[in-house]
């Protein structure tokens, strides 16, 4: 269940100016981070309660690290715990947020990824291809001729959403109410809404709770060859005999359906926003179409959708020169480490042909790895395709501001608004 108890800070004092200024939730935080790697790469936020790592070295060491060390037990514990009425209606829902696969340590962490990767295998994700580029080819049919778009709600909002849901086994008909539910849990645990909010939002995500329960419960009884089917029958073959865990299984269908899709619409939302902001990167892509598969790994190492996880340290340990004792919560700043230029030369700077992209920390490192990169690679990419070939002339809308939810772990633009001379279509069927 939800920890309704608040974490006592560790004894830090002086905190240092990093830590004094440091934003969890600042969207646009990358000058900070670049003078920390450089000033201060470890140090302790009192907003959060976290000892914040911005180095590529220090995250991949915690990330690759010993899970007695460095534990993913924290993962998931609220920003904010929940005021007495949140977390009596989570009672009532019988809502748990924890605990799934990205807050689980070996051993059982073992299994149940093993289970859980079958679903999304590489052959998986293939066959969506051509269905995924159905869904972004018809979002972009209502809008060409049109000459302005949001990138975000016209084209990349929904389609994620439909893909994950198809692969869950989830009917078509529930993706207004799924997408409502995911969007509201980044707040509910990486957030700090108000209690009036966190009231609202349990209620929200009790019904989600209740939804994935049912789904389920549904394939349990009649599985299909869908993710969530192939990840019961795998931990049926781990149970041992024993009875499933059905608490579990909904947990992991509850947060899958929600990573699956929030991230990757928000990934291509920041390939979009980097790819029109450096302009000549956007053109030599649209003129040699091969380098769209090294500019989705750049994009997702200048923008990544998770730009802040956590880790928990069980034992004291000493990281990048600084001693922690057991207990200290990490925020391992990923968008930090990605652009680290000990490790991607000039790495505030946008570059399509970066050699080393790939290596970016956007999915994670390690037992944690992301097991539905392949599936996000796939979209953003056909994605890209598509546009450069009907629309290589849309630039930014003048004078947008940039918006994300408010939350420290789940970000990427709300809103991408591009427009474009729909005369100038280079397909014929695409000009008025």
């Excluded at 990205?102 to 998986?124: K, M, N, S, Y």
């Excluded at 993706?175 to 609202?200: C, M, N, W, Y």
Aim: aromatic residues 8%; charged residues 25%; contains cysteine.
């Amino acid at each position: 269940m939800i920890d309704e108890k608040p974490v006592a800070a560790p004894a830090v004092c002086p905190v240092s100016h990093f830590g004094e200024s440091f934003d969890a939730f600042d969207a646009e935080s990358h000058a900070f981070y670049t003078r920390a790697r450089i000033e201060e790469p470890i140090f302790y936020s009192p907003q959060i309660n976290c000892w914040v790592v911005t180095r590529y070295r220090d995250i991949r060491e915690v990330l690759q690290g010993d899970p007695e060390i460095f534990s993913a037990s924290a993962v998931l514990e609220l920003l904010k715990p929940l005021c007495p009425a949140a977390m009596q209606k989570a009672i009532e829902y019988g809502l748990a947020v924890s605990p799934t696969i990205v807050d689980e340590d070996p051993p059982g962490h073992t299994p149940h990824r093993q289970a859980l990767r079958r679903g999304f295998t590489p052959e998986r994700v293939a066959a969506m291809e051509s269905r995924t580029r159905e869904l972004i080819t018809q979002r972009i049919d209502a809008f060409v001729k049109r000459g302005h778009a949001d990138l975000v709600t016209d084209l990349m909002f929904e389609v994620p959403a439909l893909i994950i849901l198809e692969m869950m086994g989830v009917p078509r008909a529930d993706l207004t109410t799924v997408r409502k539910f995911a969007k509201r849990l980044a707040v509910f645990e990486f957030g700090h809404p108000s209690d009036q909010e966190q009231i609202e939002i349990t209620d929200t995500l009790g019904e989600f709770w209740t939804y994935c329960k049912h789904h389920v419960d549904r394939l349990i009884e009649n599985s299909g060859d869908d993710a969530v089917s192939t990840f019961i029958a795998g931990m049926r073959e781990s149970s041992a005999g024993q009875p499933l865990d059905r608490q579990y299984l909904t947990t992991v269908t509850f947060s899958i359906i929600f990573a699956g899709h929030e991230t990757t619409t928000n990934a291509s939302a920041g390939s979009f926003r980097a790819l029109l902001e450096n302009r000549p990167q956007w053109e030599a892509l649209c003129a040699d179409p091969s380098l769209i598969v090294n500019a989705v790994e750049e994009s997702l190492r200048f923008y990544p959708s998770i730009p802040q996880w956590r880790r928990i340290t069980r034992q004291p340990v000493r990281l990048g020169g600084v001693d922690l004792p057991a207990g200290s919560r990490l925020l391992l700043a990923l968008g930090s480490g990605s652009r680290d230029e000990s490790q991607f030369a000039d790495g505030d700077t946008f570059d399509i042909r970066r050699e080393n992209a790939s290596q970016h920390l956007a999915f994670g490192w390690g037992r944690h790895h992301c097991v539905g990169d392949g599936l996000a690679r796939m979209e953003m990419r056909v994605a890209l395709e598509e546009l450069s070939r009907r629309l290589p002339h849309m630039q930014l809308a003048a004078g947008q501001k940039w918006e994300f939810s408010p939350n420290a772990s789940f970000r990427g633009p709300e809103h991408v608004r591009a427009i474009w001379d729909p005369s100038r279509n280079p397909l014929d069927a695409d000009r008025p």
